[in-house]
C-alpha cells in the first residue's frame, strides 16, 4: 500500500496523463501504419510480391483527412494573438 501512495498523488497525475496520451499517439501511429500502409505487408503472399507500383493506394494513405482540412490553413496556433502582437497597423 506504501507503494500506492507513493506514486498515485495528485502531482503525479500530469505525467500519468502526458505518458498516456504518448502511448495513445504510438499505439495509434503503429495500428494505422500496420493496418492501412500500402507498403506494410504482414502475410508471406503479400510480402513475396517485392515492390508493388500501386500509386494511387499510396495517394490515398497520404492524402487523409487531416491533411486535407489543414492544407489551406495557415501555419498558426493562435492566429488572434499573433497578429495581434506583429501587426503594425494596430500601434
Not at 507503494?3 to 496520451?21: C, K, Q, S
Not at 499505439?27 to 500509386?55: H, W
Amino acid at each position: 500500500m506504501a507503494t500506492v501512495n507513493r506514486w498515485i498523488r495528485p502531482e503525479v497525475y500530469p505525467l500519468f496523463a502526458a505518458v498516456g496520451v504518448a502511448v495513445g499517439i504510438c499505439g495509434f501511429s503503429l495500428v494505422r501504419n500496420i493496418c492501412i500502409n500500402p507498403e506494410v505487408r504482414v502475410n508471406k503472399q503479400t510480402r513475396a510480391a517485392g515492390v508493388l507500383e500501386n500509386f494511387a493506394e499510396g495517394e490515398k494513405y497520404t492524402e487523409h483527412l487531416l491533411r486535407k482540412f489543414s492544407r489551406n490553413r495557415s501555419p498558426e496556433i493562435m492566429p488572434g494573438i499573433n497578429s495581434f502582437f506583429t501587426d503594425p497597423s494596430r500601434n
